[in-house]
């Protein structure tokens, strides 16, 4: 009759060590669960951030439907350079309402410099720009106004602290030639890696 009671405990304190081990890792798994959702959270905002591509403006560097990778401290810790492929905040009006927009395109122009357009050759303070990235494509087609689109830009003088930006593809690319220069303010940071999909992974 006495070893009854002896059991009982004994099963009690088996028990107790067990439960207190499942919490334990079950606190543990959760605090790991919010250190990762707090560091995924701060490396989108400050970091870096993947964005999809919608749209022809960039072909055939990328096309709709790719993936890019965007480094937000390229430009806190250096300078923009000629020929970074940018992702920029563009606000527009919609009715009363203001609407933001994520595009993505190419520096061709920087502040302080003047650009010019003559027969779809861009030209940066007098001088022709060496453009390697255009698709053959679009340059080999038998007209200007087939190549670019725009086929002549007067001469403008970029304020500074703004760029002129432009798409590879520039026969359907909504660009600078048509909206202007930007602040560089409103650049969210540098494309620097293609990463989806696959077969095109490499870096920009």
């Known amino acids: 009759m006495d070893d009854q009671p002896d059991a009982e405990a004994s099963a009690d304190y088996e028990v107790g060590p067990s439960r207190r081990r499942v919490l334990k890792l079950l606190f543990e798994w959760f605090s790991v669960m919010g250190i990762a959702l707090v560091v995924a959270m701060v490396i989108r905002i400050f970091l870096f951030q993947q964005f ?63 650009i010019a357009i003559k027969q779809c050759d861009v ?3 007098g001088t022709k720009l060496p453009e390697p990235y255009l698709p053959t494509r679009d ?3 038998p007209t200007p106004q087939e190549r670019c689109n725009t086929v002549d830009l007067e001469v403008t003088l970029i304020p500074p602290g703004e760029v002129f930006l432009m798409g590879d593809n520039r026969p359907q690319s909504f660009d600078s030639r048509m909206f202007g220069s930007i602040s560089t303010d409103l650049i969210v940071g540098r494309a620097f890696v293609l990463l989806w999909p696959p077969s095109a992974w490499g870096g920009l």
């Open 52 to 114: 999809y591509i919608s749209g022809p403006s960039m072909e055939t560097t990328m096309f709709s439907d790719n993936r890019v990778l965007v480094n937000k401290l390229a430009y806190r810790l250096g300078d923009i350079g000629r020929g970074d492929v940018v992702v920029f905040d563009r606000a527009t009006m919609n009715g009363s309402d203001v609407q933001h927009d994520d595009l993505i395109k190419r520096v061709i122009a920087l502040g302080g410099e003047t």
């Open 139 to 141: 340059t080999e087609m």
């Open 123 to 125: 030209y940066i303070n």
